[in-house]
C-alpha cells in the first residue's frame, strides 16, 4: 500500500514539475517584419506612426511584439533576399510600401499575411483581385497615385500659369510599366503643357537626367513616388533649388527638407492605418476578407522659405488651399 502512494505521489510531482516548466516557458511572441526600398531616415516618420498606433492598440515592442526591420536604401535589387531573411525569421505578418517591395515580399510568401502600407494602385499593378476582395495573402491602403499624379501637374501649373516645358522624373518598368508616362503625358497635354520625360533606372542616372533637363530648358519640375527617388532626396532637392525651379514632390518629407510643394496622401496616416490591419490579423482575421482602404486625409503642403530662396511667388488663392505651410 505505501509503495502505492509512493509511486501515486511520485506521478503527482512529476505532474507539477511538468506543468511549473511549461508556465516557465515564455510564450512566443508575434513578429512583425517591415520591408520597405528607401532608406531609414527617409520612413523614420512613417515607421513611427506605425509604431505609435501598435502602442495604442496594446502592443509593446520587445514585451509582446518583436519588430524585424529591412531597408534596402533605394536599391530595388535587395528586396528580394531582404524579403526571404524575413520568411525566415517566420514572421507572423509583413509590413511594406510601394511596387517593387510589395511585390518581392508576394513572391517571397504565399502563406504569410502581408499589409501594404501604401500601394500605388493595387488593383491596376495585380497586386490584388479587387479593392472590396483582395483575395491571396495581401491587404492594405491605396496611395491612389494614378488619380494624384494629375492632381500635382493641375496644382503646379495653377501655381505657376506661366510654365510651358515640365521635366518629369520617373522609374520605368516595375508593375505599371510605362503606364505611369503614359498618363501624366495626357494629364499635360490637357493642361497645355510640354512634359520632358527623365528617366532614371539607377543611381548613375540622375547626372544626367538633371543635365538633360537643363540643355532642354525645363521651367518645373514633378516626381513620382518611388525609392530609388526618395533615397535620393538630397540630390533631387539640390538640382531643383540650384537651378531655380518650381518643384511639386509627391511626399510631404521633400518639403520638410526643403522642397517647394508636395500634394499627397497622408502618409502618416496610411501607416498608422496599417497598424490596425496588423491588429485584426494577429487576432485571427484573413487578409483576404479585409478589404483595401482608401486615404481620407490629403496634404497640401507649401514652403515660402524655399519659394523666396529660389524667387516664385506662390498666388494667394493656391496658398489659401495649402493644409500645411513652411515659413
Known amino acids: 500500500m505505501n509503495k502505492k502512494v509512493t509511486l501515486l505521489a511520485l506521478g503527482v510531482m512529476l505532474l507539477v514539475f511538468h506543468f511549473a516548466a511549461q508556465a516557465q516557458q515564455p510564450a512566443r511572441i508575434p513578429r512583425i517584419g517591415i520591408l520597405l526600398g528607401a532608406s531609414v531616415s527617409f520612413y523614420s516618420a512613417r515607421v513611427e506612426a506605425f509604431r505609435q498606433r501598435l502602442r495604442e492598440l496594446g502592443y509593446v ?29 517566420k514572421v507572423d505578418v509583413i509590413v511594406t510600401a510601394s511596387g517593387p517591395a510589395i511585390l518581392a515580399a508576394k513572391k517571397a510568401s504565399a502563406t504569410i499575411p502581408i499589409v501594404f502600407g501604401a500601394a500605388a494602385d493595387p488593383v491596376g499593378d495585380g497586386l490584388v483581385s479587387s479593392l472590396a476582395r483582395p483575395g491571396g495573402n495581401i491587404t492594405g491602403l491605396s496611395l491612389m497615385a494614378p488619380d494624384l499624379d494629375g492632381k500635382r501637374l493641375e496644382l503646379l501649373k ?11 522624373l520617373w522609374v520605368p518598368g516595375g508593375t505599371r510599366g510605362n503606364r505611369t508616362l503614359t498618363d501624366m503625358e495626357a494629364t499635360a497635354k490637357a493642361l497645355g503643357l510640354k512634359l520632358q520625360s527623365l528617366e532614371v533606372r539607377g543611381l548613375d542616372d ?18 513620382t513616388p518611388h525609392p530609388l527617388i526618395t533615397t535620393q532626396q538630397r540630390q533631387v ?22 522642397g517647394l510643394m508636395s500634394y499627397a496622401a497622408s502618409n502618416a496616416d496610411l501607416y498608422r492605418r496599417a497598424a490596425d490591419f496588423v491588429d485584426k490579423i494577429l487576432k485571427g482575421a484573413k487578409p483576404a476578407d479585409l478589404p483595401i482602404e482608401q486615404p481620407k486625409k490629403f496634404e497640401f503642403i507649401v514652403n515660402l522659405k524655399t519659394a523666396k530662396q529660389i524667387g516664385v511667388t506662390i498666388p494667394s488663392n493656391v496658398l489659401s488651399r495649402a493644409d500645411r505651410v513652411i515659413k
Open 61 to 89: 515592442e520587445g514585451k509582446n511584439i518583436s519588430i524585424e526591420y529591412r531597408y534596402a536604401e533605394g536599391k530595388p535589387e535587395r528586396l528580394p533576399d531582404l524579403a526571404a531573411e524575413l520568411v525566415r525569421l
Open 158 to 168: 495653377e501655381a505657376f500659369p506661366k510654365i510651358a516645358r515640365v521635366a518629369f
Open 206 to 223: 540622375f547626372e544626367s537626367a538633371f543635365a538633360r533637363a537643363k540643355r532642354e530648358g525645363t521651367q518645373a519640375l514633378i516626381t
Open 237 to 258: 532637392l539640390d538640382f531643383a533649388a540650384k537651378n531655380r525651379l518650381p518643384a511639386m514632390y509627391t511626399a510631404s518629407e521633400f518639403v520638410e527638407a526643403g
